[in-house]
């Protein structure tokens, strides 16, 4: 990689000649509200701002776009995707246009990741002061960004990920094989601990995510899970 790595600097150099040429000739589409450099982490860094737009006069929650900018993880910004983001808000969406710090130095994979997670995290409670819908949220990325939105995605859904990655769990999977008490018990301490999600696996009961949505204010999502047995306290044999 150190050998690399000047010749791929060279290459994004040129790139970014390009980006800038490009966006200069771009016309941006009015209409729209679009409230630029907002810091999801509070340190100065440049690579930790987002931006949000959404159409003007909007009076009702709109689904909302994460877009998380390409550029061989190692150059980018997010102004090199604004225009596609806003022709996406003109469609109807709220966009969110996220940076992250970039590879090279000391800066490396999981830092980048943890950047994503802090970013999701801000937009998760703050989007509320915005007329976005919490319920019908879309994360896209071009290029490595869209790596990212792979790879951000997988680790938001695997416990063993998060620990990897270090980053903060934003969901709690819970299995529905609970009696009512142990439910309710379970349900508590999630939103006593700041949980967003609930994602609900349902093997032998599928009528159960139902239950537990109606046990609690957080929204949960149901997902089918073969297991193979149940245990008295509601633990199915693939551990969930």
């Not at 630029?36 to 949000?52: C, F, R, V």
């Not at 802090?118 to 071009?142: R, T």
Request: negative net charge; glycine residues 10%.
């Amino acid at each position: 990689m150190y050998i690399f790595e000047p010749i791929l600097r060279k290459n994004w150099e040129n790139t970014e000649k390009m980006d800038a040429k490009r966006i200069a000739s771009q016309t941006e589409p009015e209409g729209l509200t679009k409230i630029l450099d907002i810091p999801y982490i509070d340190d100065g860094e440049k690579a930790h701002l987002l931006d949000i737009y959404y159409p003007e006069g909007t009076t009702e929650k709109l689904p909302v776009i994460i877009d998380i900018h390409g550029g061989g993880w190692m150059y980018g910004y997010k102004e090199i995707n604004k225009n596609f983001c806003l022709k996406l808000s003109e469609k109807g969406f709220l966009v969110a246009s996220i940076n992250y710090r970039l590879a090279g130095g000391n800066i490396r994979f999981d830092d980048q990741i943890r950047d994503i997670f802090a970013a999701l995290k801000w937009l998760s409670e703050n989007l509320k002061n915005y007329p976005a819908d919490l319920d019908n949220v879309f994360l896209a990325g071009d290029s490595a960004g869209g790596h990212f939105s792979c790879v951000t995605t997988a680790v938001n859904l695997n416990e063993d990920m998060q620990k990897d990655f270090g980053v903060e769990y934003n969901a709690w999977i819970l299995s529905a094989h609970r009696s009512g008490e142990l439910l309710k018990e379970t349900i508590n301490q999630i939103e006593n601990e700041g949980y967003e999600v609930i994602i609900a696996g349902a093997g032998l009961a599928a009528h159960l995510p139902g239950v537990i949505a109606s046990m609690t204010v957080l929204p949960v999502i149901g997902v089918p899970l073969e297991c193979l047995s149940i245990d008295s306290k509601g633990r199915t044999s693939n551990g969930l």
